[in-house]
Nanobody, 125 residues
Framework: QVQLVESGGGLVQAGNSLRLSCAAS????????MGWFRQDPGKEREFVAGISRSGGTTDYTDSVKGRFIISRDNNRNTVFLQMNDLKPEDTAVYYC??????????????????WGQGTQVTVSS
């Protein structure tokens, strides 16, 4: 069983940056693919970024490519999401998730096994 705790959300103006962190405990972190998702009220949970076990492979949804960077530190059991040039449409609750699957980064939230509680990101125009 893996426990995930996100931090780093907040209120920022458009064009600014935030760095989200997700600390894992209770399992072997380096054995999990990790992902970041986001969800607005009334909308489906959306894949934002994913990273392989070693950190050598990443994937992003098109709307954040070139602005967001996912990374992980397996020695600290932590995954990060650096969010630059934030836009009002990035406003959402952001969740990190762990996937016990094989090597391919998956974008469907139903395939992830463990979830954090979420952290709110609000971008004002």
């Amino acid at each position: 069983q893996v426990q995930l705790v996100e931090s780093g959300g907040g209120l920022v103006q458009a064009g600014n940056s935030l760095r989200l962190s997700c600390a894992a405990s209770g399992g072997s972190f380096r054995n999990y693919l990790m992902g970041w998702f986001r969800q607005d009220p009334g909308k489906e949970r959306e894949f934002v970024a994913g990273i392989s076990r070693s950190g050598g492979t990443t994937d992003y949804t098109d709307s954040v490519k070139g602005r967001f960077i996912i990374s992980r530190d397996n020695n600290r059991n932590t995954v990060f999401l650096q969010m630059n040039d934030l836009k009002p449409e990035d406003t959402a609750v952001y969740y990190c998730a762990a996937d016990r699957g094989l090597s391919t980064i998956r974008t469907s939230p139903i395939l992830y096994d463990y979830w954090g509680q979420g952290t709110q990101v609000t971008v004002s125009s």
